[in-house]
């Protein structure tokens, strides 16, 4: 069993699409491990996206992750971190239309920036990002 990191962004949370997306990783065969409804200061976006702190989207990033509450959940499944990306879809969501129109960033993302949800793209990211958003009192075994 593998777990990774889900986050519904700002876009997708304001969209009210929160239980939709919670819904078809369920409904994918996903369990929810943990799960929290916050607001990202500044600091901890920046901390959280450090991997692309010389990207030149990254102050965009980190402003876009800070505009408003987000969802973040731990979802456990056989093989989680690759299928839950294949759910999700292309960075941009307006690629995710013309190639996976049953994706979750075909469904309620607008371009690259605002694509709906973030998710671990590899082990050693979910081991970063989990920890980074959840405490081990806040995951269930
Ligand atoms: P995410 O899965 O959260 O991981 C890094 C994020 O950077 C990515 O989704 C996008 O939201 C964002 N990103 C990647 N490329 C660009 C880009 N060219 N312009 C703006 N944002 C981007």
């Known amino acids: 069993m593998e777990r990774t990191l889900v986050i519904v962004k700002p876009d997708a949370f304001e969209k009210g699409a929160t239980g939709k997306i919670i819904d078809r990783f369920l409904?994918?065969?996903?369990?929810?491990?943990?799960?929290?409804?916050?607001?990202?200061?500044?600091?901890?976006?920046?901390?959280?996206?450090?991997?692309?702190?010389?990207?030149?989207?990254?102050?965009?990033?980190?402003?876009?992750?800070?505009?408003?509450?987000?969802?973040?959940?731990?979802?456990?499944?056989?093989?989680?971190?690759?299928?839950?990306?294949?759910?999700?879809?292309?960075?941009?969501?307006?690629?995710?239309?013309?190639?996976?129109?049953?994706?979750?960033?075909a469904l309620f993302g607008t371009d690259k920036g605002k694509n709906a949800v973030h998710a671990s793209d590899s082990v050693e990211s979910a081991q970063y990002e989990i920890p980074f958003i959840f405490s081990r009192l806040e995951m269930v075994e």
Do not use: C
Request: hydrophobic residues 40%; proline residues 5%; positive net charge.
């Open 27 to 105: 409904s994918e065969g996903f369990r929810i491990v943990a799960l929290k409804l916050f607001r990202f200061t500044t600091e901890q976006a920046k901390g959280f996206y450090i991997v692309h702190k010389d990207r030149p989207f990254y102050r965009e990033l980190v402003e876009f992750m800070t505009s408003g509450p987000v969802v973040a959940m731990v979802l456990e499944g056989e093989d989680a971190i690759r299928r839950v990306r294949e759910i999700i879809g292309p960075t941009d969501s307006e690629e995710a239309r013309r190639v996976a129109p049953n994706s979750i960033r």
